[in-house]
């Protein structure tokens, strides 16, 4: 919670800085061109932070106000795909745009996109992502069964993804939003013996808390 409320404020800033650009840009017509290629650069950034905020917050399943995001996510989050050129492969196209289509919060299509890369990709190296991912879009669809067996895929497939910990805090927090609390607490306390100093971690302990 802490690092997305730093990333927070580093969007708020780079918002001031593009606001103030862009004044300068009007008053002053002689630098144009610069003018243009910051308002760009920091543009960039500002939608790549906030990306990371909702990235981080689905992650760790923390709300965040609507009013405190941006209208666009970031391409490389949590080890993410980065932004692909138009000749990219076939997997890599269709991993970005189930991610644009996340990001965009249109969570049904994210999440027959990311069915049809595992389907067609079993051996990819972000098909336990696509998993993972695909638990996400149930996820905020408040599909919470469906989102529990995706999870489940990356739990019993993929031992060794970066999206273990997340997977297993995520199918905790399911099991508890299906009513299952003794199903939650045995995923989560799974979580806190194999990742015990994680953000998922301390996440997982103010879940546990809150059902008791």
């Known amino acids: 919670w802490a690092e997305i409320q730093s990333l927070k404020v580093q969007v708020a800033t ?50 965040i106000a609507e009013a405190e995001r941006a209208e666009k996510d970031d391409p490389a989050p949590a080890g993410e795909m980065p932004h692909i050129s138009a000749d990219a492969d076939s997997a890599q196209v269709l991993y970005q745009r189930a991610l644009d289509s996340f990001y965009e919060r249109n969570y049904q299509l994210a999440q027959a996109l990311w069915e049809e890369f595992a389907d067609n990709f079993p051996d990819h190296a972000l098909t336990a992502n696509a998993y993972f991912w695909q ?14 067996l995706a999870y489940q895929e990356v739990i019993t497939r993929f031992p060794d993804s970066n999206k273990l910990s ?7 927090m399911s099991f508890y939003l299906l009513g299952r609390q003794e199903a939650g607490k045995l995923v989560l306390t799974e979580l806190l013996e194999k990742f015990p100093d994680t953000a998922e971690a301390r996440r997982a302990r103010a879940v546990m808390a809150e059902h008791q």
Do not use: P
């Open 135 to 148: 638990g996400e879009s149930y996820y905020q669809m408040q599909n919470y069964a469906q989102a529990v």
């Open 166 to 172: 997340a997977s297993l805090l995520k199918q905790g």
């Open 14 to 63: 780079l918002t001031g800085r593009l606001d103030a650009l862009d004044r300068q840009h009007l008053a002053d017509r002689e630098g144009r061109r610069e003018a243009d290629q910051a308002l760009k650069e920091l543009r960039t950034r500002a939608e790549r932070l906030d990306r990371s905020v909702q990235m981080m917050a689905s992650q760790l399943g923390v709300e």
